[in-house]
């Protein structure tokens, strides 16, 4: 257990030592805040103001967002996660110290996915603080969206962790995840032309399922945590599964 | 102690080693020895944990790397070459990241920390971060890593290539020390050093095992040559040799000192390399010459080295 948490130490703090960490919170912070108070959603099926412009006190438009913004944000916070021990090298010290594989993969997601919660947190919470002081907001709604946010940013990362598994390269990592994850916002989108029964399927496999259309509107679903937690093990289980691989060679 | 049983590894269809066997007991140094490709760091992947053979058995003390992997990685201190580090992180916290994946208690922890930095020689740097050091002091810290839990085996794979000498010069007195106590397994291309540090030598060639001996044995050998000094006149000292059975030829000559000759007696085949220099010996005395040395002929590390390698790479190419 001592060694599962000291891998989660480190890699929620190995991010902060290099400037991608910076760079991709600063333009968190500003893509949140500025389609929060000012873009809002323009598009889809129900399109609202920003903030200033609609003035109910919600967080309906942050979280709607939040897929997308994911999107670009985790595969910044993950693509070193194996990548980087593999092009330096430092994996061939990390696989001979007497740690489980099982240990390392779960800690390094773990450890991935507090560090984006801190971040997220930090972007947010002045969010809900400033809402609050404008107006009546739904401090129940907002936690149960949070936790479905919590299930989607989980199944995310779990995903990046994996395809920077199959690289030493971190651009090549970073890449192929955001493409991964905007592939998956696809889903829901192929969903609204594709015929009868496959429209069916690619939505339910789809975030907008899975979150936009519960979580981020206040609902607690079962079903969501389900599909999180299924993606987070699948993939989990593919990252054991390759670099016990690379031991073979 | 190590123990590595018919270890066999293959990448795509390179065959990297080739049922390799060996042991090393505790309190010894051996040297691990070959040209590179020969698959030194394959072997020494395959016993520290990190590679798994295709056939083959590696134990380390009394627990088996493929039943017992974490017991068995426990024991082991490994220092690969190039030294890879996290870089970004400061000295004292990377040591205390290691320890506490090397399952060390955190009371423990600070004695194990101040240890390992201070026979690595890192005083005044366990506050820098890895990636301000300078490659002597990066290497410290890998040493350092190394030998935080205080593993009965350390694996070394070049732990001086890249050194100025004074640093050079440290890391083998420490290895020394090392391998008083513990089992260690050391490779590296600098001859002289393994001469110096190691009794025992290991030598791989096209992924084999060539040469398993003492340092000693490997320079004698299967060489059948003695070298004599003496002192007395060309011609007398050539006809005595001549007349001895137990030589099939000699090579004659004025040696480098004043008044000595010197000569390398090849030994007749088929006889006690021993009982020939007894025979030399009471000839030379009883004609009456002066013999100053007489001593079986020494190769370098370096001729055995290229004559263990030189045989594989003949073998391989037939």
């Known amino acids: 257990m001592n060694r599962f948490l000291a891998v989660v130490r480190r890699e929620a703090l190995e991010p902060m030592e290099g400037a991608a960490f910076w760079v991709a919170g600063a333009v968190l912070a500003v893509l949140a805040h500025l389609t929060f108070f000012l873009v809002g959603v323009p598009f889809g099926a129900r399109p609202f103001p920003g903030l200033f412009a609609s003035g109910f006190a919600s967080l309906d438009i942050a979280f709607a967002w939040a897929p997308t913004i994911l999107a670009g944000l985790v595969p910044a916070l993950t693509m070193g996660a194996w990548a980087e021990e593999r092009r330096s090298g430092t994996e061939e010290l990390l696989l001979t110290w007497p740690v489980s594989t099982l240990a390392l993969v779960a800690g390094k997601f773990c450890g991935r996915l507090l560090s984006l919660v801190v971040l997220l947190l930090a972007v947010y919470l002045p969010m809900v603080a400033v809402v609050r002081w404008l107006g009546p907001l739904d401090l129940g709604t907002v936690f149960a969206a949070s936790v479905g946010l919590l299930w989607m940013s989980a199944a995310c990362v779990a995903i990046a962790t994996l395809v920077s598994a199959c690289t030493r390269d971190q651009l090549v990592a970073f890449l192929v995840s955001t493409l991964a994850l905007l592939a998956l916002l696809g889903l829901g989108l192929l969903a609204r032309i594709a015929p009868g029964d496959l429209a069916e399927r690619l939505w339910s496999a789809s975030p907008q399922a899975h979150f936009l259309e519960t979580g981020a509107r206040g609902l607690v679903d079962t079903g969501d945590f389900v599909h999180g937690a299924g993606i987070v093990a699948l993939c989990l289980g593919l990252t054991w599964v390759k670099i016990e691989r690379r031991r073979v060679g | ?318």
């Open chain 2, 1 to 318: 102690m190590i123990r590595a049983t018919s270890l066999s590894k293959s990448f795509g269809r390179l065959q990297a080693v080739r049922d390799v066997s060996f042991e090393v007991t505790t309190g010894s140094v051996v040297g691990f020895l070959g040209p590179n490709g020969a698959g030194k760091s394959t072997t020494m992947r395959m016993l520290t944990g990190f590679l798994s053979p295709d056939a083959g058995r590696v134990e380390i003390g009394e627990f088996g790397m493929a039943e017992q992997p974490l017991e068995a990685r426990s024991q082991v201190g490994y220092l690969p070459e190039n030294t890879p580090l996290y870089g970004g992180m400061r000295v004292d916290d990377y040591l205390e990241h290691v320890a506490k994946l090397r399952g060390i208690a955190r009371p423990e922890r600070a004695r194990a920390l101040g240890r390992a930095a201070e026979r690595a020689g890192l005083h005044g740097m366990l506050t820098r971060r890895v990636r301000t050091l300078s490659k002597g002091y990066r290497q410290r810290v890998g040493l350092a890593q190394a030998l935080i839990s205080d593993p009965p085996v350390l694996i070394l794979d070049e732990p001086t290539s890249g050194l100025d000498p004074a640093e050079v010069g440290r890391m083998r007195s420490l290895v020394r020390e090392l391998g008083t106590d513990k089992t260690v397994l050391l490779s590296s291309h600098v001859l002289g050093e393994i001469e110096e540090l190691c009794a025992r030598v290991l030598i791989l060639s096209g992924g084999q095992l060539v040469a398993d001996d003492s340092l000693d044995a490997l320079r004698c050998g299967q060489d059948s040559t003695l070298i004599l000094e003496v002192r007395g006149q060309l011609e007398e000292v050539r006809a005595l040799l001549a007349a001895q059975p137990v030589l099939a030829s000699f090579d004659l000559g004025p040696g480098e000192r004043e008044g000595l000759l010197e000569a390398d007696l090849f030994a007749d085949s088929g006889r006690v390399i021993d009982d020939v220099a007894v025979a030399i010996a009471a000839a030379v005395v009883g004609a009456g010459f002066g013999l100053v040395r007489l001593e079986r002929r020494r190769r370098t590390l370096h001729e055995v080295f290229l004559d263990a390698t030189r045989g594989a790479a003949e073998k391989a190419s037939a």
